[in-house]
């Protein structure tokens, strides 16, 4: 558990900076901000229900001192797929309306 825990920190942190620093290119910075405050305000309610169902499930259970843990381990699994799933959406909701034309060449 020691050794994995740094990796799995890891993974999480790399999959934040990922999400943050591929924000599309041309599109409104404003309703880019919006969406990924929203997205982090969506991944931090998704890790308190998390939380709570780890709760609700271990309570009265020989392994009820351990929900934090399940909580914890669970939560580092769905970070980095709520942050796909939204950067998956952010590119279709906060696509550029910029066209590029097709340059010709010169003759």
């Known amino acids: 558990m020691l050794v994995v825990s ?20 041309g599109a409104d910075a404003i309703a880019v901000r919006r969406f990924n405050r929203a997205s982090f305000a969506l991944c931090i309610v998704g890790c308190l229900a998390i939380f709570g169902w780890a709760y609700a499930s271990l309570a009265g259970t020989p392994d009820s001192a351990w929900w934090p843990v399940i909580g914890a381990l669970y939560c580092t ?20 309306e910029v066209v590029i034309k097709a340059v010709r060449p010169q003759r």
């Open 6 to 25: 740094p990796l799995i920190a890891l993974v999480v942190a790399i999959s934040v900076w990922l999400f943050v620093r591929l924000s599309p290119v």
């Open 77 to 96: 699994v769905a970070v980095p797929l709520l942050f796909v799933i939204a950067a998956l959406v952010r590119s279709r909701v906060c696509r550029s």
